[in-house]
């Protein structure tokens, strides 16, 4: 029997219109308990054909905000609605119950949540993208490492929250 993973899921885009901008970098944290594992599709590796292949085995999609930004977005852009075939759950409205608001970055402010990168929010990671596309390859780097910090908190984030059996 295969291992069942819970999807840690951020997209990075180069904006915020679904009809003008793109994503630059899916995000995905899969964690099973003891096989958990980072992927990050990359520009031309974002394709509905490997998005579906790297959700293979998930049974729930865990995303911050992303019943109003990252699932529209992956439906406008892939043309799939990943609410078809697996269990989404936005920690953003848990996050509400508990009195915490904000972008994800304040609410891992709010809870003594750490990142490593400080000080980079969307608006840097457009322009990360835009350095990257430039020749920057370390702006790419950097780009991941912020995508990565996204994903690896939204799993510490459903902990602090009340763990997997309450959320």
């Known amino acids: 029997m295969n291992p069942v993973f819970k999807a840690y ?5 180069t904006g915020l219109s679904l009809y003008h901008d793109y994503i630059t970098v899916i995000g995905i944290y899969l964690c099973n308990g003891k096989d958990d594992k980072l992927i990050q599709l990359v520009g ?3 394709t509905r054909e490997n998005l ?3 959700l293979k085995g998930t049974n729930t999609i865990y995303t911050y ?3 109003r930004f990252d699932l529209p977005f992956i439906r406008a852009s892939l043309r799939m609605d990943l609410t078809d075939s697996y269990c989404h759950h936005d920690l953003m409205y848990d996050c509400w119950k508990n009195n915490l608001y904000g972008g994800l970055k304040s ?3 709010q809870l003594g949540i750490p990142r490593q990168l400080k000080g980079i929010g ?5 322009m990360l993208w835009w350095r990257y596309q ?3 390859r370390n702006a790419l780097a950097m780009l991941l490492k912020y995508n990565e910090e996204d994903v690896v908190n939204l799993r510490i984030l459903m902990g602090v929250l009340g763990g997997a059996n309450n959320v």
């Open 134 to 136: 430039n020749g920057d």
């Open 65 to 67: 905000n992303g019943s």
């Open 9 to 13: 899921l951020d997209i990075e885009t």
């Open 52 to 54: 579906l292949n790297t």
């Open 107 to 109: 609410v891992e402010q």
């Open 44 to 46: 031309e590796q974002i």
């Open 122 to 126: 969307g608006l840097e990671a457009v």
